[in-house]
């Protein structure tokens, strides 16, 4: 059978790929460390865990409305009004699989064939990918290690063409970190607007962020552009719900519609228990993560630290769970490029990362550093060794 031009024209997910590779080598008895895939490994809180266990035991296994329960759909309006004091209605939300799952609606709903999306590099791995699934044009832009990655006004302006229909902004970043600043944010947005861009903003790391750096969101530019920005977000990274794929989008009223029925046509609702659980989260205390987000500030300084000794260059990381080094000094005639250097990290150290290439910079790896700290503190010993050998 003759696959479609479409599926063969993209690759797989280089994170789930890299993920995968370790998981198998594990399985093998191998003695892998990951820190490859973009996975919190704190537990979700116990209110979360018993809703889902209550709506189990309440048999809510039932086909739900598709973008979400009412009550799902009002708790995501109040998210945003908790931390960003702005109260969009119901209607203007809703629930899909993963902040993946809303990426992915939104380009299919937005895009007609030939329209470009301004992706800045390093982007996320599936952003390019999804905007040729829905028939438009990946255009990714550059951003300098020398500017922390930030994208500037002026790389915006040099990349607009008559076709350009979507910005998209991720703070902060994966895979480098980086936290936008909120003025920084809004000025890039403002000015995607003023040229009648559509603003699509990746926020699922938003509560990840490190003091003193603070997340930075366009909710409040939304208000005035409510069909020209789309907020994403999701509960995966936050409450450590990877699995249970809980995204969802802040946008107008249409867009939603339209996304539902795309939804209607595809996978319909979301897991009827996962949104049970979800409004316990959405609904319940954050407090939780102050905990977790200091344990995950001292893995970065103790991961900083060590790209530090070896003179590793990286952006600074203010916010999820990544750091990007820049690793091209270790290149040789025989490492060759990212890729090359993650397998030689693979084989050598038996740390799984993720190579730079798959998030449009060759020069660079990805390291998670969402792992226990003796985990990390064995991983990063292994990273130095295996890279004073070369
Ligand atoms: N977003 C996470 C990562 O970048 C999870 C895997 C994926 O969907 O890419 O590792």
Redesign the pocket.
């Known amino acids: 059978m003759e696959l479609s031009q479409r599926i063969l024209s993209i690759p797989p997910?280089a994170?789930?790929t890299m993920n995968a590779k370790a998981q198998e080598l594990k399985q093998k008895g191998e003695n892998i460390i990951s820190l490859a895939?973009?996975?919190p490994d704190f537990s979700p809180p116990e209110h979360v865990k018993e809703a889902l266990i209550t709506a189990v035991n309440d048999n809510c296994f039932q086909y739900l409305p598709v973008p979400g329960l009412p009550a799902l759909r009002e708790a995501g309006a109040n998210y945003f009004y908790r931390f960003y004091q702005v109260q969009p209605e119901p209607q203007e939300i809703m629930f899909s699989n993963g902040g993946?799952q809303v990426l992915y609606n939104l380009f299919q709903v937005l895009l007609n064939p030939g329209e470009e999306v301004l992706i800045p590099a390093p982007y996320?791995?599936?952003y390019p990918p999804m905007v040729q699934l829905a028939g438009g044009v990946p255009k990714i832009i550059p951003t300098y290690l020398e500017d922390n990655f930030e994208l500037s006004i002026e790389t915006l302006k040099n990349s607009l063409t008559e076709n350009t229909k979507i910005l998209i902004l991720n703070s902060p970043s994966?895979p480098t970190g980086v936290n936008y600043s909120q003025e920084k944010l809004t000025s890039l947005a403002q000015f995607a607007l003023d040229k009648g861009l559509f603003v699509i903003s990746d926020e699922v790391y938003d509560q990840l962020v490190y003091p003193p750096s603070q997340p930075a969101s366009l909710a409040r530019l939304w208000q005035n552009h409510k069909d020209k920005i789309a907020i994403v977000n999701a509960l995966s990274k936050s409450f450590a719900l990877t699995g249970l794929r809980v995204g969802f989008v802040l946008t107008a009223a249409p867009i939603i519609k339209a996304m539902t029925k795309l939804q209607s046509q595809s996978c319909s609702n979301i897991c009827s228990v996962a949104q049970k659980a979800a409004i316990a989260a959405l609904t319940g205390d954050f407090s939780f993560l102050e905990g977790e987000r200091q344990k995950l500030k001292q893995r970065r300084d103790l991961t900083l630290e060590f790209l530090k000794d070896l003179g590793l260059k990286t952006p600074r990381p203010d916010g999820a769970f990544y750091v990007f080094p820049e690793v091209k000094k270790y290149f040789n005639s025989h490492l060759t490029n990212s890729t090359a250097l993650c397998t030689y990290l693979l084989e050598r150290a038996k740390i799984a990362t993720v190579p730079g290439i798959a998030f449009g910079d060759d020069n660079c790896i990805r390291i998670s550093y969402a792992v226990p700290t003796s985990v990390l503190e064995d991983a990063l010993q292994r990273l130095k060794t295996a890279l004073n050998e070369l």
Do not use: I
Request: proline share 0%; net charge neutral.
């Open positions: 997910s994170t789930l895939v973009g996975e993946k996320w791995v599936s994966n």
